[in-house]
C-alpha cells in the first residue's frame, strides 16, 4: 500500500536501490518518517546517507524500489515535492559575490515566497545575521554562511526540513545555537531528517535514527531503545597498557573493546566498573553510560577494525 | 498549462539569478563581447577597405558590418554557456542549492538560453546601433531585426556551449572547443568572405547553424531579401536551435541528477 498525498507519513520508502555503475549505495533501503517527527540518518562515509537525501527531492534517480514523499514520487513528481521541503545541503552553495540580503531574494523567489521581505528580515533575526544583511557572502564566516544556508531552508516555512551534516565543522557556539533552532522548529509539528557524523547530536534532536551501513539498515529505534538493546551498562576508559592488568579482573560477560589507544570495558553496572578499578588498582580515565556512539561504533565501526 | 507557466515562471527566476550575479561586474562582463566587433571592424574594415574593391556592389566595412553582430551573438551565447555555465555547475555548485528549491533541470535549461538569448538580442541591437551611426547598414530598419535574429541565432551557440559543458572533463578543454568548433564557425560562416563563388565550401557551411545566422543578418542589413532564402536559412537556424537544445538539456540533465 502506497500512502497518499498529504498523508501523515512525510517519507515512505520502500526497497530504494541504487546503483552506480557496479557499486550498490543503496541496497533495498526501506524506511518510513512519520510527519512530525525528527528522524536521524547515521552511518559512515559513503553509507549511502546523501544518495538517499537526493532520492528524496529528484537530484538523485533511484534505480528500483518505491518512494514517496508527502505521497508524491521524486522521480515525476519532484516540484511537488521541492514546494514543501527545506534543504540544508552538505556543500552552503551560496552566491559569493552577492549580498546576503540579494541571495535571500533570489531564493525566496525560486520557491515562491509571498512578502519575501518580511519573510527574510525575519528569518535573519531568528539566526542573528540581521546586521549582515548587506555583508558580501565572501566576507561571512564559516559559521554565519551556515546560518544563512538555515535561513534560506527555511523561506517557504518547509513541512519537511531536510539537513544533511548540518554543523560539520562548527564551533560549538554556533552548534548549539543551530540545534536550539532545529528543536523549536520541531515543536511547531514540522518534520525534520537530519544526517549526521556526531552521535551527540543524533542523540540531543532525534526522536528516531536509523544507522545504514553499505546502503542497507543495519538498526532503528530512538537512541534510548537502541543504547538499551545494542549496548546497554556504563563504559569505563583506560589507558591502553593497563589492558593486561585489567583482564584478569574482568566477567565473561562484559564487552571489552580498543577504541585508539585507549581500552574500553563496558559493564552493566557502574558498580562493577568501581569495583574493579578497585581490584585492579588501576584508575580510569573516565566512566560513563554508554551511548549512541558506542551503538554506531558496535554496529559499523568494529567492522573497519577488523578490515585494518 | 499551470505547469507549464509555473516552469516559465521558474525558468525566468533563473533569468533573474543570472542578471543579479552579472549586473555586479557589469563592465568585466560586458567589454569584451563589444570590444571584439569594435577592433574587428577597426582593423578590417578600416584597414583592409581601402584594398578591396567592392563585394557585391559593398564597400568591404559594409560586407564585414552585420557579420559583427553575428560574432557578438556566437561569442555571448557560447562563452556564457561553456565557461559561465560550466563555472557555475561545477566551482560555485549553484544548481546544487537551486535544485533543491522547486526549480528543476529544465528549468535551468530553459532559463539558460532565455538569458542568452535576451543579451545575445541586446547585444546585437547594440552592435547595430553602432553600425548605423557608422552608415555601415544600406538598410536602416536592419537595427531592428538584429535583435530578433540575434535572440534566435543565440539558442544553437548556447546548446554548443552547454554541450561542451557536460562533455568537458576539465575547464581547459574547452580552448579545444573553441579551436575546433568555435573558431571555424566564426571565420568561414561568410562573415569575413563571400562563399557563393567557393562550391566546397559553400556546400560544407551549411551544416554550421552560425552561418545561417549570418545569412539572415546579412539580408537583413544589405535589403537583400527573397523570401524563398528567409525561410531556407530560417528554417534551418531554428532546427539547429531545435534539435541542439533538446540535445544539451538531456546532456545536462543527466550532469545535474546521478
Not at chain 2, 561542451?164 to 571565420?187: E, G, H
Request: hydrophobic residues 45%; neutral net charge.
Amino acid at each position: 500500500m502506497i500512502s497518499k498525498p498529504n498523508s501523515t507519513v512525510a517519507v515512505d520508502a520502500r526497497k530504494v536501490t541504487k546503483r552506480f555503475g557496479e557499486l550498490v549505495a543503496l541496497n533495498e533501503l526501506s524506511l518510513a518518517v512519520d510527519s512530525g517527527q525528527c528522524v536521524g540518518l547515521l552511518g559512515p562515509n559513503g553509507a549511502g546517507k546523501s544518495t538517499f537525501i537526493g532520492c528524496l527531492y529528484g537530484s538523485v534517480e533511484r534505480s528500483e524500489g518505491d518512494l514517496r514523499v508527502f505521497g508524491f514520487d521524486p522521480a515525476r513528481e519532484a516540484r511537488r515535492i521541492k514546494e514543501r521541503i527545506g534543504v540544508v545541503p552538505q556543500e552552503n552553495a551560496l552566491d559569493e559575490e552577492l549580498t546576503v540580503r540579494e541571495n535571500m531574494r533570489l531564493y525566496a523567489r525560486f520557491q515562491g515566497v509571498k512578502d519575501p521581505f518580511r519573510r527574510i528580515e525575519e528569518l535573519l533575526e531568528h539566526m542573528s545575521l540581521s546586521h549582515k544583511r548587506h555583508a558580501q557572502i565572501r566576507s561571512l564566516s564559516g559559521g554565519m554562511k551556515r546560518r544563512l544556508t538555515f535561513v534560506r531552508a527555511l523561506l517557504s516555512d518547509p513541512e519537511l526540513l531536510i539537513l544533511d551534516e548540518p554543523t560539520t565543522g562548527l564551533d560549538p557556539t554556533v552548534r548549539h545555537l543551530l540545534w536550539d533552532k532545529v528543536l523549536s522548529y520541531r515543536q511547531v509539528g514540522k518534520t525534520v531528517l537530519v544526517t549526521t557524523h556526531y552521535m551527540h547530536e543524533a542523540e540531543l534532536l532525534c526522536d528516531r535514527v536509523i544507522i545504514l551501513n553499505h546502503g542497507v539498515q543495519v538498526a532503528v529505534g530512538s537512541p534510548k531503545e537502541l543504547i538499551e538493546k545494542e549496548t546497554p551498562g556504563f563504559v569505563g576508559i583506560f589507558e591502553a597498557d593497563q589492558k593486561s592488568t585489567l583482564k584478569i579482573h574482568l566477567d565473561s560477560n562484559w564487552h571489552c573493546f580498543m577504541q585508539g589507544r585507549q581500552y574500553c570495558v563496558r559493564a552493566p553496572q557502574i558498580e562493577h566498573l568501581i569495583a574493579l578499578q578497585a581490584a585492579s588498582g588501576v584508575m580510569a580515565i573516565q566512566m560513563r553510560p554508554a551511548n549512541l556512539e558506542d551503538v554506531y561504533l558496535k554496529l559499523t565501526g568494529e567492522e573497519l577494525g577488523e578490515n585494518e | 498549462m499551470s505547469d507549464l507557466l509555473g516552469s516559465v515562471r521558474l525558468a525566468w527566476s533563473v533569468v533573474v539569478r543570472n542578471w543579479v550575479v552579472y549586473r555586479k561586474d557589469f563592465i568585466a562582463n560586458i567589454s569584451p563581447t563589444l570590444a571584439d566587433p569594435a577592433l574587428m571592424l577597426t582593423a578590417l574594415g578600416m584597414g583592409l577597405s581601402p584594398f578591396i574593391s567592392s563585394i557585391h556592389g559593398l564597400s568591404y566595412s559594409q560586407y564585414l558590418a552585420p557579420g559583427m553582430a553575428a560574432t557578438t551573438v556566437l561569442f555571448t551565447a557560447f562563452f556564457e554557456c561553456s565557461y559561465g555555465f560550466y563555472v557555475r555547475m561545477t566551482f560555485e555548485s549553484v544548481f546544487k542549492a537551486m535544485l533543491t528549491t522547486p526549480i528543476g533541470t529544465g528549468e535551468v535549461v530553459l532559463g539558460e538560453f532565455i538569458w542568452v538569448s535576451i543579451r545575445a538580442a541586446l547585444m546585437a541591437g547594440g552592435v547595430g546601433i553602432v553600425l548605423e551611426l557608422l552608415s555601415l547598414l544600406p538598410n536602416p530598419w536592419a537595427v531592428f531585426l538584429f535583435p530578433l535574429i540575434g535572440a534566435m541565432l543565440a539558442i544553437p551557440c548556447g546548446a554548443i556551449g552547454l554541450l561542451a559543458s557536460s562533455y568537458v572533463r576539465n575547464i581547459n578543454q574547452f580552448q579545444t572547443v573553441y579551436s575546433f568548433i568555435i573558431a571555424p564557425l566564426y571565420f568561414i560562416s561568410g562573415t569575413f568572405f563571400p562563399l557563393n563563388d567557393r562550391p566546397v565550401l559553400g556546400a560544407l557551411v551549411q551544416v554550421s547553424p552560425f552561418f545561417h545566422g549570418v545569412s539572415l543578418l546579412q539580408m537583413a542589413a544589405w535589403n537583400q531579401f527573397s523570401p524563398e532564402r528567409i525561410a531556407y536559412h530560417l528554417s534551418v537556424m531554428l532546427s539547429y536551435a531545435l534539435i541542439l537544445g533538446l540535445w544539451s538539456l538531456a546532456r545536462i540533465r543527466k550532469k545535474l541528477i546521478n
